[in-house]
């Protein structure tokens, strides 16, 4: 996910979507990625700006429901 991240930042991309990272990462690899359920998506975000705070502006984050 981080490479794939890096690697439209660097084609010129303002913001990016989990969600159409998660469905490019399923369409590159159909049958070796396991554990990219829809659900963790958030999860997913969140993890990535805390080892990557300077993508903050690119990647938006929602509240959380709960805890």
């Given at each position: 996910m981080e490479q794939l991240v890096s690697q439209r930042l660097a084609s010129g991309a303002r913001r990016v979507g989990m969600k159409a990272s998660f469905e490019t990462l399923r369409w590159r690899h159909?049958?070796?990625?396991?554990?990219?359920?829809?659900?963790?998506?958030?999860?997913?975000?969140?993890?990535?700006?805390?080892?990557?705070?300077?993508w903050t502006p690119v990647i938006e984050l929602r509240r959380r429901r709960t805890p």
């Amino acid at each position: 996910m981080e490479q794939l991240v890096s690697q439209r930042l660097a084609s010129g991309a303002r913001r990016v979507g989990m969600k159409a990272s998660f469905e490019t990462l399923r369409w590159r690899h159909p049958y070796g990625m396991k554990g990219l359920n829809n659900n963790y998506t958030a999860f997913y975000a969140r993890q990535l700006l805390a080892a990557h705070p300077e993508w903050t502006p690119v990647i938006e984050l929602r509240r959380r429901r709960t805890p």
